[in-house]
Nanobody, 125 residues
Framework: QVQLVESGGGLVQPGGSLALSCTASGLSLDGFAIGWFRQAPGKQREGVSCISGDGGSTYYADSVKGRFTISRDSAKKTVYLQMSSLNPEDTAIYYC??????????????????WGQGTQVTVSS
């Protein structure tokens, strides 16, 4: 069974940084587009960022552009979301998701087949 696992969440002060990781058991992430999504209590799920299967195209929501960076490490079979200048509005459960069809391009509006359980990110003093 395919399992996506997020890690790196936790408590961080406003203005701080945090890095999230996404790995998979049961398959390699090579060739899969990886999206990062988040959902805060009482709010709709929001697409944050994605990287295409070949790593050549990325997307960032306007709310995180310039603050978040998505990358993939082929050697470690891991996709990262580096977050900086965090503010309380970034508090949410963050999920990674994978889709095999999005090899060259991706967006947060695309459908993703596999999802992780999420990791909590809390930005607070």
């Amino acid at each position: 069974q395919v399992q996506l696992v997020e890690s790196g969440g936790g408590l961080v002060q406003p203005g701080g940084s945090l890095a999230l990781s996404c790995t998979a058991s049961g398959l390699s992430l090579d060739g899969f587009a990886i999206g990062w999504f988040r959902q805060a209590p009482g709010k709709q799920r929001e697409g944050v960022s994605c990287i295409s299967g070949d790593g050549g195209s990325t997307y960032y929501a306007d709310s995180v552009k310039g603050r978040f960076t998505i990358s993939r490490d082929s050697a470690k079979k891991t996709v990262y979301l580096q977050m900086s200048s965090l503010n309380p509005e970034d508090t949410a459960i963050y999920y990674c998701a994978a889709e095999s069809a999005l090899y060259y391009f991706c967006s947060a509006d695309d459908e993703y087949a596999w999802w992780g359980q999420g990791t909590q990110v809390t930005v607070s003093s």
